[in-house]
Structure formats: structure tokens, C-alpha cells
Nanobody, 120 residues
Framework: ELQLVESGGNLVQPGGSLRLSCVAS????????MFWVRQAPGKGLEEVAH???????WYVDSVIGRFTISRDNDKNTVYLQMSSLKSDDTAVYYC??????????????RGQGTQVTVSS
């Protein structure tokens, strides 16, 4: 069974840091572009970052310079290091294995999500 399990979400003060982890099973992340997306309260899914199998990364403008996506193929795990967190970063964060390169495809694999709340 293909599965993704996220962890690391928490309540943090503005300016704080968190590291999210996404452990994959049933497939090897090394062969896929892996995505982090988030869903803020009352909003749709937003792509935050992705990393391809060559290590090339992409970030949404709002997190550039604050978030870092990385991958440990030996541990079959994708990470999202978040720093200088803002209240706008409050959301449920999901790790996604795309289907045919499309993270929005109905046949994508998505974890259960991890809640990040930025508040004083």
C-alpha cells in the first residue's frame, strides 16, 4: 500500500520555526517529484514547495527565503523546514506524491496532514 505520513506540526509563535516530516511507504520517493501543499482555514489547497528527483526545488513566492524543502532518499522521507513563521502560514500541511506529475490529480497519494498554527 502506498502511504504518506506527515508529522511535526504544532502551535508556534510568530517568528518561530518548525520542521515537518513526511515518511513514505510502498514506493521510493527518489523517483518522484514530491510536493508540500497546505490548506488554510476556509481556503483551497495551495502548493508550497516541491523537489524533483534531481534535487531541483520550487517555492511559492510567499515562503521564499523562509522555507526549505529537502529529501532523504535513504530514509524515504521528505522534509519542510519552516522558519520566520507568520500567522498566514497557519494551515494543514500535506505531503503529496503526484500522479503523472500532477499533484491535483484524483489518483495522487496524500497524507493525513499535519496542523501548523502560528499564533501568539
Amino acid at each position: 500500500e502506498l502511504q504518506l505520513v506527515e508529522s511535526g506540526g504544532n502551535l508556534v509563535q510568530p517568528g518561530g520555526s518548525l520542521r515537518l516530516s513526511c515518511v513514505a511507504s510502498g514506493f521510493f520517493i527518489a523517483t518522484y517529484t514530491m510536493f508540500w501543499v497546505r490548506q488554510a482555514p476556509g481556503k483551497g489547497l495551495e502548493e508550497v514547495a516541491h523537489i524533483d528527483r534531481y534535487g531541483t526545488v520550487w517555492y511559492v513566492d510567499s515562503v521564499i527565503g523562509r522555507f526549505t524543502i529537502s529529501r532523504d532518499n535513504d530514509k524515504n522521507t521528505v522534509y519542510l523546514q519552516m522558519s520566520s513563521l507568520k500567522s498566514d502560514d497557519t494551515a494543514v500541511y500535506y505531503c503529496i506524491k503526484p500522479f503523472s506529475g500532477d499533484w491535483m490529480h484524483p489518483r495522487r497519494i496524500r497524507g493525513q496532514g499535519t496542523q501548523v498554527t502560528v499564533s501568539s
